[in-house]
């Protein structure tokens, strides 16, 4: 089909789905809306049980990715920086609290390992392209964080789904940059 075609045919089908985007973006809040509400009960139980046991949700004291210092939840013994060491630390303190000598979740070690293969394996395939190799790192861990807080909690935080899709858009917009395509566009392909 010759260029002027195409892009017609494109043009068009672009104002129908247009049109489809409006009611996507108007009704998919409410749909979301609907359903919290539709499970809010359960979990606002759930909740109730939750703050009147574990301190991390007294609303009184902040929390959050800088306070409080990371803890045991079972003796609230406050981890050193030397019980703080990615993998060593768990296998040198045999996945025990020092404090208390309750287990430590597999799950610290596990997502320090699989974050630094991840990250390993990207430096092998764009060792000689920084902004890639950087991108795709943060995309790798950004994926990690979406998965595990997806099985732990069922549900993802909103600032990991904007962060992988704006990372996702970085990589779109430099391979595209990298391609025939903009040449095209620019007229000079
Ligand atoms: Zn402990």
């Not at 002027?4 to 045919?9: E, G, H, M, S």
């Not at 979301?32 to 499970?39: E, P, S, Y």
């Not at 003796?75 to 025990?96: D, M, Y």
């Amino acid at each position: 089909m010759e260029m002027t075609l195409t892009t017609i045919i494109a043009t068009g089908l672009g104002l129908a789905v247009g049109s489809f985007l409006n009611v996507v973006i108007y009704r998919l809040p409410i749909m979301a809306k609907r359903n919290a509400l539709k499970n809010a009960l359960p979990h606002i139980k759930e909740l109730h049980k939750e703050v009147n046991v574990d301190p991390n949700f007294d609303l009184s004291k902040p929390f959050n990715l800088n306070v409080p210092r990371s803890a045991c939840p079972i003796c609230n013994h406050q981890i050193t920086t030397i019980e703080n060491v990615p993998v060593l630390s768990w296998l040198v303190l045999t996945g025990k609290c020092s404090g208390c000598k309750s287990p430590i979740s597999t799950r610290y070690p596990f997502v320090e390992l699989v974050n630094a293969m991840a990250w390993g394996a990207i430096a092998i395939i764009y060792y000689n392209q920084t902004y890639l190799l950087i991108l795709n790192c943060l995309l790798a861990s950004t994926f990690i964080c979406i998965m595990a807080t997806k099985i732990d909690r069922q549900e993802v935080h909103n600032f990991l789904i904007f962060q992988f899709l704006t990372l996702s858009a970085l990589q779109l917009v430099y391979i595209l940059s990298q391609s025939a395509f903009v040449e095209k566009i620019m007229g000079i392909g």
